[in-house]
């Protein structure tokens, strides 16, 4: 799926999926029924909704579906921003047909805590900072208790950077914080930045039969990742098909004290599909893996942390690298090894970056083709500060260029870079599981996708998918306070 440009979206907004031209007023009616019927499926109908309605076009998406949900029997009323006088053409039809028994609600303060706020009060046509009276509106809803959920995107957001400074505690009431944002046909890349996603909430992409053409034909730097593109990358199991062609993966993971890097990244890639995996460990941690994991074939280093290769290194189809390693003198040298003698592409995450960082030379012994996954902190050590999300996007891609790796950068909406500086952001994960271990988990995964015969681009888009699905399906179990990297690792997607 890919992300647009707000230029791009009026554009995409004229044609519908049979490439048709469409109305805006029908368009809107198409798109109000689909947020329609995601709120009649998951909202109870005896929960009050107050839809706060602007002037432009998102208020009239969001009179338009208080007018379908009051017909199904919603108790729904509605709060006019900037008063019955000042609608767009279109938001003025859609307030002429809303039946007579909604009521209209002048006082924000007098609402009751179970009511769930819908907000229709501003689109993707903001540009600049937020003018009265929708900041004051803004700065209201923010100050209250009650649920809200956005139509197409959070009031106040830019549909792409540069953004309002939002982040700034005395201008965070110039964005409403959604706790569910229902964007339409695709998501903004507002809504997937740092500096901005936090008031997005939860991302529900609605389609609303815009035109796959224009949307194939139309160039941009940014993706989104889904189940419908990940299904298109998976490779098929041959019936008669035996380990050997599946691609044998080795982790040079763990020191003393450190295994359970390497238990976590090898469970990964025993699930990854891979034919067999490989795990280079200190010989005094070799119990712990081998009990926990008797399918992974083990190599020994006879001191308590990275300080030799393994025999015959050349065998491997893929290597990851860096959980639990440390950052010894020792192991610096061994992965200085490593990068230079490997003739497989690399998973390069945790203490090998921080190796890395520390000598940068280092950098362009890294083969073509790799993988480096680094947190945010990660990244600062490699590319240096920097000083707004359009410029660590710039530093990110220029590292991915210099070392003609896909660079992974794990978080909310983990993106994936490209050397050509092409953007692919993740649609699952939760706030669950930025504990400690996740990280080694994506590691053994990507790596064993490598192994598996999938490209570098294949391996890191299917692994942050599954990486964060699992991740749900974790969350389901068990809630985002108590799940941990175990729980991710033992998941099957």
């Given amino acids: 799926m890919k992300i647009f440009t707000k230029e791009q979206i009026k554009e995409a907004d004229r044609y519908t999926i049979e490439n048709e031209p469409i109305a805006f007023i029908d368009l809107m009616e198409r798109a109000s029924e689909a947020v329609a019927e995601w709120l009649c499926e998951n909202i109870d109908n005896r929960t009050p909704l107050l839809f706060v309605a602007g002037k432009g076009n998102n208020g009239g998406d969001g009179l ?55 907000d229709a009060l501003l689109g993707t046509g903001i540009a600049g900072n937020v003018r009265e009276p929708a900041a004051s509106v803004i700065a209201q809803i923010n100050s209250l208790n009650n649920k809200v959920i956005s139509i197409d995107m959070p009031s106040g957001m830019s549909t792409e950077p540069p953004a309002p400074s939002c982040y700034n505690e005395t201008e965070s009431r110039q964005i409403i914080r959604a706790d569910i944002t229902l964007t339409l046909e695709f998501p903004k890349l507002a809504m997937l930045l740092p500096e ?159 190796i890395i960082a520390m000598k940068k030379e280092l950098l362009k012994y890294i083969p073509q083709n790799s993988v480096l996954t680094p947190h945010l902190g990660e990244l600062k050590r490699l590319t240096g500060e920097w000083v707004s999300e359009e410029d660590k996007s710039k530093k990110t891609a220029s590292l991915a260029s210099e070392t003609q790796s896909i660079i992974v950068v794990k978080g909310a909406h983990t993106a994936v870079y490209l050397p050509d500086g092409t953007v692919y952001f993740n649609s699952t994960g939760n706030p669950g599981m930025a504990k400690g271990g996740s990280g ?47 729980d991710i690792e033992n998941f099957d997607c």
Avoid at 78 to 87: E, M, N, P, R, S
Avoid at 92 to 109: M, S, T, Y
Avoid at 448 to 458: I, P, V
């Fill in 196 to 354: 901005t996603g936090e008031y997005a909430g939860t991302i529900v992409t609605l389609p609303i039969g815009l035109s796959k053409q224009y949307q194939e034909q139309t160039e941009t730097r940014y993706h989104y990742i889904d189940k419908t593109f990940v299904d298109k990358l998976k490779k098929k199991r041959l019936k008669f098909g035996y380990k050997n062609i599946y691609g044998h993966a080795l982790l040079i993971c763990g020191s003393k004290n450190m295994i359970g890097a390497a238990i976590l990244a090898a469970g990964a890639a025993l699930r990854s599909g891979c034919g067999l995996v490989s795990a280079h460990i200190p010989y005094s941690e070799r119990v712990a893996l081998q009990t926990r994991f008797p399918s992974a074939i083990l190599s020994f280093d006879e001191s308590g942390y990275f300080s030799e290769l393994p025999d015959d290194i050349g065998k491997y189809n893929a290597i990851g690298t860096g959980c639990g390693l440390g950052t010894r003198p020792e192991t610096a040298k061994a992965l200085e090894s490593l990068l230079k003698s490997a003739a497989s592409p690399l998973v390069i995450d945790a203490d090998a970056l921080n």
């Fill in 440 to 486: 080694d988990v994506l590691t053994g995964l990507i790596t064993g996708l490598l192994a598996r015969g999938y490209t570098n681009f294949e391996a890191a888009v299917i692994g942050v998918y599954f990486h964060g699905l699992a991740g749900d399906k974790a969350q389901e179990k068990y809630g985002q306070e108590s799940m941990n990297s175990n």
């Fill in 64 to 118: 338009a579906v208080a007018r379908i949900l009051r017909q199904k029997g919603f108790d729904c009323s509605v709060y006019l921003a900037y008063g019955k006088d000042f609608t767009n053409e279109e938001c003025r039809i859609n307030l002429e047909r809303l039946p007579a028994n909604i009521p209209f609600v002048d006082n924000l303060a007098t609402i009751d805590e179970r009511t769930i706020i819908v």
